[in-house]
């Protein structure tokens, strides 16, 4: 149990495109989601709390415009990087906490590579 | 002050050592503390779970928290090297709403 997915797992494209990652909770309810992003050899750097049907928190110094972040329902949550850059490649992992049973331990997916050229 | 200190790394033990991995924090208001492993390339996993203060054991892996001290340590008993990975520690509380701080992470490299 307490599987998330993200998809893709790994995305190139050209700089000034837009960018969007999903990020599932396949067996379980999350009315809370996470947006993190790892640089190599460093540990989580927490973007955003993504809360279903409410506007997302985002944490100081992200750029809430450029990183859209939709929580439509209980299993999923998007992120999308608009105009993207090369300064945002980088690892990108959602985490889902089950509603249900923990306000504590959060589930991470897999991760996206992204790769902006 | 970082709330949450973990040792980077990198630690390299030979197969069957005893992995003692630690985490120090300042906040008190922590009450749940847990474990992570994250393989390169892959999302963290959540290996140990505990709530407050004593010890919690998950076949090789125990987990120590000592809430007086805000020391929490995890043990790896008979280490593989499967278990190379990093791992990060993390803990939440009341405060901020359950928000959840993450250490650093400390690389584990079991040498066979």
């Known amino acids: 149990g307490a599987v998330v997915s993200q998809h893709p797992s790994w995305v190139i494209c050209k700089s000034g495109t837009s960018v969007k990652i999903e990020c599932r909770s396949l067996?379980?309810?999350?009315?809370?989601m996470f947006w993190y992003r790892q640089f190599p050899k460093q540990s989580l750097m927490l973007m955003a709390t993504?809360?279903?049907?409410?506007?997302?928190?985002?944490e100081q110094g992200v750029e809430k415009d450029k990183f859209l972040i939709n929580h439509a329902s209980l299993t999923l949550s998007t992120l999308t990087v608009t105009s993207a850059h090369p300064e945002d490649s980088s690892f990108y992992i959602c985490?889902?906490?089950?509603?249900?049973?923990?306000?504590?331990?959060?589930?991470f997916g897999p991760g996206t590579r992204l790769l902006v050229l | 002050q970082k709330e949450v200190e973990q040792d980077p790394g990198p630690l390299s033990v030979p197969e069957g050592a005893i992995v003692s991995l630690n985490c120090t924090y300042s906040?008190?208001?922590?009450?749940?503390f847990m474990w992570y492993r994250q393989y390169s390339r892959k999302g963290p996993e959540l290996l140990m779970y505990?709530?407050?203060?004593g010890n919690k054991e998950d076949g090789r892996f125990t987990a120590q928290v000592d809430k007086s001290s805000k020391y929490i340590s995890l043990f790896i008993r008979d280490s593989q090297p499967s278990d190379s990975a990093t791992y990060l520690c993390?803990?939440?509380?009341?405060?901020?709403?359950?928000?959840?701080?993450f250490g650093a992470g400390t690389r584990l490299f079991v040498k066979a």
């Open positions: 985490s889902a906490r089950d509603s249900l049973t923990s306000v504590e331990t959060q589930y």
């Open positions: 993390a803990m939440s509380g009341m405060t901020g709403g359950f928000k959840t701080i």
């Open positions: 993504s809360n279903e049907g409410s506007k997302a928190t985002y």
């Open positions: 906040n008190s208001a922590f009450q749940y």
């Open positions: 067996d379980f309810q999350a009315t809370t």
């Open positions: 505990t709530y407050s203060s």
